[in-house]
């Protein structure tokens, strides 16, 4: 049966994004973003790897497990543009015919069968359908026209700590994470609670659930706790047996 | 069942290029390459397109449907590369285990429920699973390391063509085409009948057939004739029924 699967997973992401919350809608953003990629025995790593450590940046095609689409949706409201739609195919929406994205990651290193990232924009348990080097001679076409993307606003956030926060995030190496995160404004502008001053808001972020605040154009980091595992568990969707 | 399905191909490129020999390794080498994409009816086109003709560049996401792999293969020779070998997820080698390719086309219109393209490097039939704008700001990294396509000599021919050759081409515009296709040199440097100057040699670009040969190299292209209908469609391959 195995041959006549259309696509298949070469691997299972292992991300510092831990829910959908929280996670970037584009890579660059969080520099500071961890992720790492372990071949499956059965695509002989040893070899199909070959090469590919020489490369600054790999294409990673995701599956986007966490759809839970039923039913075709022709246009999307990008965040960034105040209520205005777009086709989904002028769009990376995650929510299309094939739940196939399009990733660009930073490649630290190679050992062995796994592949140490930066600059990802993807949450934990993302099953990869493929891998391919970036090759800037293809890939590259900094005069290309971005469409509607050139009239979306950045809505950027200021992020302060309480003291407290602050101690956490140090202990834990946590600072840049979590300021490069909670900058970009997590909140969907179209939800009314969660855009209200003083919400409680929280992401989890490696291990920890990140606990803060907007009010004013400025998130405040008020805690940072060691998440409980069934907290953990609860948020992950599981990936679909064929991909597997 | 429909939803159900992993992947779905939102419709089927009609290219310039009637096969694989002829079809170029990267798009921006022929620009005066031209396919074009209809979106299926139940994408509704008239609105997951809006806002797309906006943009000077797209991703296609194809599927290899020209793949006869039986099992995994984990490196592959990079014809510009002398023999050396290079592990699949360090090429953008179509034959992998989600065959998925990543493909920059240039948007040069939008009509109706059809896009048109040139800059392809895509084979006639084949289905597209996705369509992303490129969004520079995201995509373009011209500093990123080129790895092992640096060291990859480009191997170029000189193209000519017979005064016969010369005025078909002319009358059927088709002399930019095919002095963009032959300079890259299509053959396979591991087939050694294939090499051999003077071979009679021909590739189906538009509803022509190209003949020509290679010696010391220079391309001479010998005559340009309409391909036979059956001639067409014996080089065709069936899309698999799961991506209907």
Redesign the interface.
């Known amino acids: 049966m195995s041959?006549r699967r259309?696509?298949?997973?070469?691997g299972v992401l292992e991300s510092c994004f831990k829910e959908k919350f929280g996670t970037p809608r584009?890579?660059?953003l969080v520099p500071a973003s961890r992720a790492r990629l372990r071949?499956k025995p059965?695509?002989?790593p040893e070899?199909?790897?070959?090469?590919?450590s020489?490369?600054?940046?790999v294409?990673l095609?995701p599956?986007f497990h966490l759809n839970t689409n039923?039913a075709?949706v022709?246009?999307i409201h990008p965040p960034r543009l105040k209520g205005k739609?777009?086709?989904?195919?002028?769009?990376?929406s995650p929510h299309?015919?094939?739940?196939?994205g399009?990733s660009?990651a930073r490649l630290l290193r190679v050992e062995g069968d796994t592949l140490y990232f930066s600059e990802i924009d993807l949450v934990d348990g993302t099953p990869i359908?493929?891998?391919?080097?970036?090759?800037?001679?293809?890939?590259?076409?900094?005069?290309?026209?971005?469409?509607?993307?050139a009239r979306a606003g950045a809505r950027e956030l200021a992020v302060e700590f309480s003291p407290e926060a602050r101690e956490q995030a140090r202990r834990h190496e946590l600072e840049d994470l979590v300021s490069q995160v909670l900058r970009q404004d997590l909140r969907n502008p179209r939800d009314a609670s969660q855009m209200r001053d003083g919400k409680p808001l929280a992401c989890m972020l490696g291990d920890f659930d990140v606990r803060y605040e907007v009010r004013e154009g400025t998130a405040r980091v008020l805690e940072i706790v060691p998440a409980p595992e069934e907290h953990a568990q609860k948020r992950r969707v599981p990936v679909?047996g064929?991909?597997e």
């Open positions: 041959d259309l696509i298949r997973a070469i584009q890579p660059q071949i059965q695509f002989i070899q199909s790897l070959k090469g590919l020489e490369f600054s940046h294409w095609l599956y039923k075709f022709s246009t739609t777009m086709g989904v195919f002028a769009s990376r299309r015919p094939s739940p196939i399009l660009l359908l493929d891998l391919k080097p970036y090759i800037p001679a293809y890939d590259s076409v900094p005069e290309a026209s971005p469409g509607w993307t679909p064929e991909l």
